[in-house]
């Protein structure tokens, strides 16, 4: 069993950055696959970004360019850099992961609790 918890997030305003972390515990290894998701309140959770053990990576149209998912696999950390944040990017944060390539897809069987990320104008 695999338990994930979040932390990084808080309140920032436009323009501003936020790096969020995620520690993985609970079993020997990291599941392969690690996402990031969001949900803002009334709307469907939506994939961010995503990175395997070997590091290759997937993001969301939405955050192309202003977000940067890592990986360490010593640590059993997954990270999101975020810079030039907007009022959109406002949401609960999740990561998840699972041995199964879901990508963007929010199939994945384990998943943190979520940190907050609010972003004013």
């Known amino acids: 069993q695999v338990q994930l918890v979040e932390s990084g997030g808080g309140s920032v305003q436009a323009g501003g950055s936020l790096r969020l972390s995620c520690v993985a515990s609970g079993s020997t290894y990291f599941p392969y696959y690690r996402a990031w998701f969001r949900q803002a309140p009334g709307k469907e959770r939506e994939g961010v970004a995503t990175?395997?053990?070997?590091?290759?990576?997937t993001y969301a149209d939405s955050v192309k360019g202003r977000f940067t998912v890592s990986n360490d696999n010593a640590k059993s950390t997954l990270y999101l850099q975020m810079s030039s944040l907007k009022p959109e990017d406002t949401a609960m944060y999740y990561c998840a992961t699972d041995n199964t390539r879901w990508l963007l897809e929010p199939g994945y069987n384990y998943w943190g609790q979520g940190t907050q990320v609010t972003v004013s104008s």
């Open positions: 990175i395997d053990g070997g590091g290759w990576t």
